[in-house]
């Protein structure tokens, strides 16, 4: 198996993982959750600044536009982001985030700024916790 197909079922296995994890908890907060969230940010930045160097600023849109399975991945991230921005931006609204930056930052980088700005709103719920 090449890296460039052991690199999605990693992804997968550690997304069942995460999802097993959170799914399992009884909802409590974990002390420095914020940190999964920004390493993950950082480490899909690298990734991706690898995949820059090596096909282009763009090359994720060949294969967005180049198949009917193409075009469904584009429309299911824009969907889960769309999702996502829906139950986020209240909350980040309540602890005094901009929402606008964010959503440049997201619409340049996908899921690295999301991650980023999960990361920020929950540092931010655990320090307002943590002063009430």
């Given at each position: 198996?090449?890296i460039?197909e052991?690199?999605?079922?990693a992804?997968a296995v550690?997304?069942l993982a995460y999802?097993?994890?959170?799914g399992?908890?009884?909802?409590?907060r974990i002390q420095n959750?914020w940190v999964?969230?920004?390493t993950?940010?950082?480490?899909?930045l690298?990734?991706?600044?690898?995949?820059?160097?090596?096909?282009?600023?763009?090359?994720?849109w060949?294969?967005?536009?180049?198949?009917?399975?193409?075009?469904?991945i584009?429309m299911d991230?824009l969907l889960?982001?769309g999702?996502a921005?829906?139950?986020v931006v209240?909350?980040?609204r309540a602890?005094?985030?901009?929402?606008?930056?964010?959503l440049?930052?997201?619409?340049?980088?996908?899921?690295?700024?999301?991650?980023?700005?999960?990361?920020r709103?929950m540092y931010?719920r655990?320090r307002?916790?943590?002063?009430?």
């Amino acid at each position: 198996m090449t890296i460039i197909e052991s690199v999605p079922v990693a992804a997968a296995v550690l997304f069942l993982a995460y999802s097993v994890f959170v799914g399992a908890r009884d909802g409590g907060r974990i002390q420095n959750g914020w940190v999964f969230p920004a390493t993950a940010s950082c480490l899909f930045l690298l990734f991706s600044l690898g995949a820059v160097a090596a096909e282009g600023m763009l090359g994720f849109w060949a294969d967005h536009t180049g198949s009917l399975w193409g075009n469904q991945i584009w429309m299911d991230l824009l969907l889960a982001v769309g999702i996502a921005w829906y139950f986020v931006v209240p909350q980040a609204r309540a602890l005094g985030m901009r929402p606008l930056p964010w959503l440049l930052l997201i619409a340049c980088t996908g899921c690295i700024g999301f991650l980023a700005m999960t990361a920020r709103l929950m540092y931010l719920r655990e320090r307002a916790a943590l002063h009430a």
